[in-house]
């Protein structure tokens, strides 16, 4: 066999089992398999989960943060700096800053990424074919998946719709959308339009940023129930994603409920970004300042499927991250005081199998026999501490292949 985990908990107050991986994929899950591998290793009793997502992570403008150091830390501010920065950007240099990022998440433990490079005018392609390059150059590591992002909007940017379609033409596998980024609420609507029609014509997912405000007073931010509504007429359920989703955080549980109820009818995934979120969010607020986070428990309880990532790595829009899941996981468990038991299990669930799905990777995910071999070891014996510890990876396993070996470990959590 191509490898043999043994000794592995993968889930809590059960014996340790051993596990079987074949031609990169998971054969058998029981305890006390024997036979030849290629490379065993011994977990010793700790916590494996399946491989960490990155949902949606900006990679050609991460790490810019001292290129152009922001002074009021405003979204508005964000954009206006990118947009300066973006027109500098060398492909070179994109390349570089991308690897240094992409392979902070191969340590953390990320086996697959939704990255989201800017198509505009600005800088045009750049983002996209980057993208591409390291899409091949990663593929050992992990699979990534490309949005072609119109950051800067469709209508308001001529030209863009354009570069859109190249960018779908050589190869993005998911079509973005900004619709706040446009002049009035018609020509939000119009965005959203088009970029259905394009992934349409295409067969493929959606995924937009949307409603990224502290409340609903600019219907250009409010546009979640637009969005559900237009996945339910065109029969895209479970292929819309929507990422930020903060304005909805600003009203009551009784205004909120018929869009949560639209968003589950629509089957639509939430990506909350709490870093990048909180960071920008309620900073106009002068009493009782809001956190800028989605109504995560009421989505949840609401039946919708909600996942989180890092978005943004240093840069005006977050100034912190390093690529790390867990990290973002448990910062999240903080703001949404998810720290029951149950409730840092469902947090966990979010940044793997939630993750998985709004990725579209569901069918192939999670660690069960047939499915694709994406492991994580951890230096922990509780898969339950994983967001308390932030652990160690000791091994990732990339479709069988070990891709990571930490030596070092500490066994004060030893049963």
Known sequence: MQLLIKNVRTSDHSDPIDIAVEGGRITAIERGIG???????????????????????????????????????TLEEAIRITGILKGKQEREDVLARSRQVLDMAVKAGTTA???????????????????????????????LQIVAFPQEGLLKSPGTIELMEQA???????????????STRADTEKHIGIVFDLAQKRGLPIDLHADFADDTGDARFAVADYVARKTIETGY??????????????????????????????????????????????RNDTRSPRRGLTPI?????????????????????????????????????HLAQFGTPQNQAYVLEMGTHGAARAMGVAKDYGIAVGRQADIVILDTYDVADALLDIPLRLWVVKRGRVTVETRYSCDINRR
């Open 237 to 282: 359920h479970g292929r819309v994603s929507l990422g930020h989703v903060t304005s909805l955080g600003a009203l009551t549980a009784e205004e909120a409920k018929p869009i949560i109820d639209l968003l589950h009818e629509a089957d639509i995934n939430i990506v909350t970004l709490p870093a990048t979120d909180v960071y920008l969010g309620g």
């Open 297 to 333: 428990r009421r989505l949840r309880d609401g039946g919708v499927n909600v996942t989180f990532s890092s978005n943004n790595i240093r840069n005006a829009f977050t100034p912190f991250g390093k690529a790390d899941p867990l990290l973002i996981g448990n910062f999240l468990a």
């Open 113 to 143: 990424i939704r990255a989201q490079p800017d198509v505009d005018v600005i800088q045009g392609l750049i983002g996209v074919e980057t993208a591409l390059q390291l899409k091949e150059e990663y593929r050992d590591l992990l699979d």
């Open 168 to 182: 779908l033409h050589l190869g993005a596998d998911v079509v973005g959308g900004c619709p706040y980024n446009e």
């Open 35 to 73: 036979g030849v591998a290629q490379r065993v290793i011994d977990a010793s009793g700790r916590a494996a989960i399946p491989g960490l997502l990155e949902p949606h992570l900006h990679l050609e403008k991460a790490l810019l943060h001292r290129r152009m150091p922001a002074r009021s830390g």
